[in-house]
Every structure is written in C-alpha cells, then in structure tokens.
C-alpha cells in the first residue's frame, strides 16, 4: 500500500521561498511519476508540476514556471518542490500524486502568502 505525506506548508510573506516535501512510503517508488497539484479555494484543484520516474524531465505550468522546481530523490522515496519569488496567488492546499499501475494522492499540505 502506498501512502504519500506532504509537509513543508506554512505562512511566508509575498517573494519569500518554501520547500515543500513528499515522502513516499510503499513499493517501487523509482517507477512513479510524480506531480505536485494545488488547490485554492473556491478554486480547481490544477496542476502545478510534473517530473517523470527518472526525474530526467519535467513540466510546469505557466503560472509557476521559472519560480517553481520540481525534483526527486530516489533514494530517499521523496520528491520536492522548491518554490520561489511566492505571490498571494500561490496560497493554496498543495499536494502531491503519485501515478504508475494506478494513482496515489496525499491529505496535502496548506501554503499561505501573506503579508
């Protein structure tokens, strides 16, 4: 059984840095792409960025790109997203998905910009 816990999440004043933390806990984590998606609220949940098993590529979405990075380290089963130059529209409950033979998501962890 695989389970994922997001943690990292916190309050930080608009252009400061968090680094978010998905453990992974269960089998074959070297196989599963991973994606960290977010949720504001009112809002759908959207899709933040992507990195594939071997962590050789990955994908942003617009809004983050060039703020956020995605990373993995597969000997620790944890997978990262270093965010960057926040802004109040980052504020969100953001959480991690793990997917191969099926999907796998966590509880989430919340973020909150603010001054």
């Known amino acids: 059984q695989v389970q994922l816990v997001e943690s990292g999440g916190g309050l930080v004043q608009p252009g400061g840095s968090l680094r978010l933390s998905c453990a992974f806990s269960?089998?074959?984590?070297?196989?599963?792409?991973m994606n960290w998606y977010r949720q504001a609220p009112g809002k759908e949940r959207e899709l933040v960025a992507t990195?594939?098993?071997?962590?050789?590529?990955?994908n942003y979405a617009d809004s983050v790109k060039g703020r956020f990075t995605i990373s993995r380290d597969n000997a620790k089963n944890t997978v990262y997203l270093q965010m960057n130059s926040l802004k109040p529209e980052d504020t969100a409950v953001y959480y991690c998905?793990?997917?191969?033979?099926?999907?796998?998501w966590g509880h989430g962890t919340q973020v909150t910009v603010s001054s």
């Open positions: 269960g089998f074959s984590f070297s196989y599963y792409a």
């Open positions: 998905k793990a997917i191969w033979s099926r999907d796998y």
């Open positions: 990195i594939t098993s071997t962590g050789r590529s990955t």
